[in-house]
T-cell receptor, first 115, second 113 residues
Framework: NAGVTQTPKFRVLKTGQSMTLLCAQD?????MYWYRQDPGMGLRLIHY???????AKGEVPDGYNVSRLKKQNFLLGLESAAPSQTSVYFC??????????????FGPGTRLLVL | DQQVKQNSPSLSVQEGRISILNCDYT??????FLWYKKYPAEGPTFLIS???IKDKNEDGRFTVFLNKSAKHLSLHIVPSQPGDSAVYFC????????????WGAGTKLIIKP
């Protein structure tokens, strides 16, 4: 049982390049999330999904796209990377919410540097 | 505007003593609060939570206190151990909300031997 895994662990991009971050979970969770964490700030939600085939915008969605074609996978895409997207990206998953009470399980993170 | 604030970026505590981490929030609609712990190069892991219908929740060495009138919660760790050295994040959610956890910036706890 690997939990939540993320690939790659680290990536350097040039401005304007594109890339896809992959998140996979083996806990059969319905909900999945993509966050970014920047120095001195809490985690900020980029996009999330409440089930296979569904996605929704979070707090900071601009410049990112996502897809959830399979329940266990959640992809985060950067079509044209910008230096402002240099960050650590975390994926998380959780079971169906009950009155807002949920525990999210996180992957180890992907460190992205955009030059 | 930060809805969840952790005003202490870092805290240093002697091993065996009590660690108290604080968190303030501004949105009165928040009704569920969580603490996560994060080690370097790892993702956050869930530690303890509390619903707004309670004012205290305890799990082993960890206790979370909620003061709704002051919009303040705190995490107590007793006794503090070296393995507790990590960054602690406070997060909040509203049951009416759109699945979003709102996170504080974190407090780095250092346990001194």
């Amino acid at each position: 049982n690997a939990g939540v895994t993320q690939t790659p662990k680290f990536r350097v991009l040039k401005t304007g390049q594109s890339m896809t971050l992959l998140c996979a979970q083996d806990m059969n969770h319905e909900y999945m999330y993509w966050y970014r964490q920047d120095p001195g700030m809490g985690l900020r939600l980029i996009h999330y999904s409440v089930g296979e085939g569904t996605t929704a915008k979070g707090e900071v969605p601009d410049g990112y796209n996502v897809s959830r074609l399979k329940k266990q996978n959640f992809l985060l895409g950067l079509e044209s990377a910008a230096p402002s997207q240099t960050s650590v990206y975390f994926c998380a998953s959780s079971t169906a919410r009950d009155r807002g009470e949920e525990t999210q399980y996180f992957g180890p993170g992907t460190r992205l540097l955009v030059l | 505007d930060q809805q969840v604030k952790q005003n202490s970026p870092s805290l240093s505590v002697q091993e065996g003593r009590i660690s108290i981490l604080n968190c303030d929030y501004t949105n009165s609609m928040f009704d569920y609060f969580l603490w996560y712990k994060k080690y370097p190069a790892e993702g956050p892991t869930f530690l303890i939570s509390i619903s707004s219908i309670k004012d205290k929740n305890e799990d082993g060495r960890f206790t979370v206190f909620l003061n709704k009138s002051a919009k303040h919660l705190s995490l107590h760790i007793v006794p503090s151990q070296p393995g507790d050295s990590a960054v602690y994040f406070c997060a909040a959610s509203a049951s009416w909300g759109n699945y979003q956890l709102i996170w504080g910036a974190g407090t780095k706890l250092i346990i001194k031997p």
